[in-house]
């Protein structure tokens, strides 16, 4: 496994406020996952899960720390691309505890959203949308506009739109959390199958007990420092 | 680039749709009263047309006939007509009331100018300049004219004050600068309608003459006669119509009459203003506010239906927001969807008003110049109403579509 892909980070800290009041979400969080992994990011309630993601998929600033994303470093005490908006778009991805698909959008179209945005032709977005949908086997529902799919079809797609632009890391937020068991080791299969096939880094935040024990690799995180620890890694080969 | 716009009015066409239409209505009243609004001002400029004046001769320092009551001597118009510059002149009367045709099972009561017109006979100055069925007045007395949109039809029996005439002819657009139609009757017969009282207001007047020993002298016989014959008759009209020769300008013979007769004497560019400027100015101002206030209501709610619309995608902008969408974007899609509502809502409120206008009481002028300022109007009305969806939608967090 190469370790200049996927996404690395050293010792990144978030503040909010500041003198007296501040609170220090995150104190310095070290991770790494390479191409192809799928780890979980565990921690109870207000631990910082949701603050690293989200400084992660650099929606907020971090106060300081190094993010490295491919070869390529994005945040050194300061973000080191100017267009985050772009980063966002081409080069992470994002699935959600809910789907949160466009709801006037056909599944396609959903898919194919993100690619038409960042300016590539209708037809080829589609395509690309189509490839996806096929390897999550949700192709025959491709027409189908998002209230008429089950809440499982409805993640598939979302995790084809994460998918799509072949970003080299996906944030997971508690992906599983709305689906019975079944359906969340459903989903968790394909997040594996397609970190393998798309060589794509996955972070999955869950406090979800059925799909902790399928992770090779777990971070625990709590008062905002990261541990990791070996997974069982049951049922992933 | 798929129109994101498009396909949320595409799946959500009904909410579009029934509020495109219930904005439709409301612009559908807006251009309306913008035709009405025409529609009073051609009024007046057919008036003037039909007319068939270059001149207005009135009583000195009024601005009648039309604007204010005016009353000259009926000869006036014979030192008037030797002029130099004058080719006619003609004596006219106006006079509103509500005319009725009683010869009808159900009798027809309709407010109309009641218009004397000189015994020249057609094409003077005064006299309906055409007809749409039957002939022009022939006799001096009892024959009527009338406009069709008032209802009468040939043959009808009009009673105007205590005669009755008979609707000889029919004519089309000549109504008062209020849009009521005219009817048409011999001169004699109008000033005597504008004069005339009852029989006890006359058996007053004749006692109350006798009985003044200044018009009843023992040793003058006739005097009383004499003053009770020129109280009972009418030998006033409200203006005299003139028509210019050709050559001369109507300042030029204006002149001479204001100075020589010393009455006052409007050109057609002084009557058409005293008609738009001072007699619709009121009216015009009140439709002109209301106009102003239905485009705040028509404002009002493509903004709250946008505003709402956008209020339910809250979450779904958050998640375009962090996938990568551009503000821009988003903003292009708000806008074009409280353009697309706009433009529903003209194409209904444009059809709404050719359908209305026909069966609307006054008479409603729809320019294709008025419909292009409204759907201008319309589409910045629009535009500027989405800002306040818009500016929300900006500030949405991305962070929002990550949970905790």
């Known amino acids: 496994m190469s370790t200049n892909k996927g996404i690395r980070i050293e010792g990144l800290k978030k503040r909010y406020g500041s003198g007296d009041t501040a609170v220090d979400a995150l104190k310095g969080v070290t991770m790494q996952v390479d191409p192809g992994e799928v780890v979980g990011l565990v921690g109870p309630s207000g631990s910082g899960k949701s603050t690293l993601l989200k400084c992660l998929g650099a929606v907020i600033d971090p106060t300081a720390g190094r993010m490295v994303l491919g070869d390529e470093v994005i945040y050194d005490d300061g973000w080191k691309v100017r267009d985050l908006r772009a980063l966002r778009r081409d080069r992470i991805g994002f699935v959600f505890q809910a789907p949160y698909l466009i709801p006037f959008l056909d599944v396609t179209d959903n898919v194919a959203l993100l690619p038409m945005l960042a300016g590539m032709p209708n037809a080829e977005a589609r395509a690309r949308a189509l490839e996806l949908l096929t390897a999550l086997d949700v192709q025959h529902r491709a027409k189908a506009m998002p209230s008429q799919l089950s809440g499982g079809e409805q993640q598939r797609v979302a995790i084809a739109r994460g998918l799509v632009n072949h970003p080299p890391v996906i944030l997971a937020d508690e992906p599983t959390a709305p689906l019975d068991s079944q359906r969340a080791m459903a989903v968790i299969r394909i997040l594996n199958d397609m970190a393998k096939k798309y060589q794509t880094a996955i972070i999955v935040v869950t406090h979800d007990e059925k799909i902790i024990p399928t992770f090779k690799r777990i971070y625990h995180i709590r008062d905002g420092v990261t541990h990791e620890e070996a997974g069982e890694g049951r049922g992933f080969d | ?404």
């Open chain 2, 1 to 404: 680039m798929i129109s994101l716009a498009g396909r949320d009015i595409l799946h959500a066409w009904g909410k579009f749709v029934f509020t495109g239409i219930g904005l439709g209505l409301l612009i559908g009243v807006t251009l309306t009263m913008a035709g009405v609004y025409r529609g009073m001002i051609d009024d007046a400029m057919v008036l003037l047309d039909n007319s068939g004046a270059d001149l207005w001769v009135v009583q000195k320092d009024t601005q009648g006939p039309y604007a204010e009551s005016s009353s000259l001597y009926d000869d006036t118009w014979r030192g008037i007509a030797a002029m130099p510059g004058v080719a006619s002149a003609a004596n006219v009367t106006y006079l509103t009331m509500q005319v009725r045709a009683v010869n009808r099972s159900q009798q027809r009561d309709v407010r109309a100018m009641v218009v004397g017109v000189s015994a020249d006979g057609p094409g003077t100055a005064g006299w309906p300049p055409y007809l749409v069925a039957g002939r022009q007045i022939t006799r001096s007395h009892y024959e009527a004219v009338a406009d069709i949109a008032s209802g009468f039809r040939l043959g009808d029996t009009l009673q105007i004050r205590r005669n009755r005439y008979t609707v000889v002819g029919l004519t089309r657009r000549m109504v008062s600068s209020n849009g009521d139609p005219m009817v048409f009757i011999p001169l004699k017969d109008a000033q005597q309608a504008q004069f005339l009282k009852d029989n006890e207001a006359i058996l007053q007047q004749r006692r109350r003459t006798a009985e003044n020993p200044a018009f009843n002298r023992p040793g003058v016989p006739g005097l009383l006669d004499a003053v009770i014959a020129s109280q009972s008759s009418n030998n006033y009209v409200n203006a005299v119509l003139v028509r210019i020769k050709p050559g001369t300008t109507a300042n030029e013979v204006a002149e001479p009459i204001r100075r020589w007769k010393r009455l006052t004497v409007f050109t057609r560019a002084q009557m058409e203003d005293i008609l738009v400027n001072k007699l619709i100015a009121t009216a015009a101002k009140q439709i002109g506010m209301f106009m102003v206030i239905l485009a705040m209501v028509s404002a009002a709610i493509v903004a709250f239906i946008i505003y709402t619309l956008t209020m339910d995608k809250i979450r779904e902008i958050a998640v375009l927001k962090l996938i990568g969408t551009r503000n821009r974007t988003i903003a292009a899609m708000i806008m074009q969807q409280a353009l697309a509502l706009g433009l529903i809502g003209f194409a209904v409120g444009k059809i709404t008003a050719t359908f209305a206008a026909p069966i609307f009481p006054k008479y409603v002028l729809l320019l294709p110049g008025d419909s292009l300022k409204g759907l201008a109007a319309v589409i910045v009305i629009c535009a500027l109403a989405s800002l306040i969806a818009i500016r929300m939608a900006l500030k949405v967090d991305p962070a929002e579509a990550i949970g905790g």
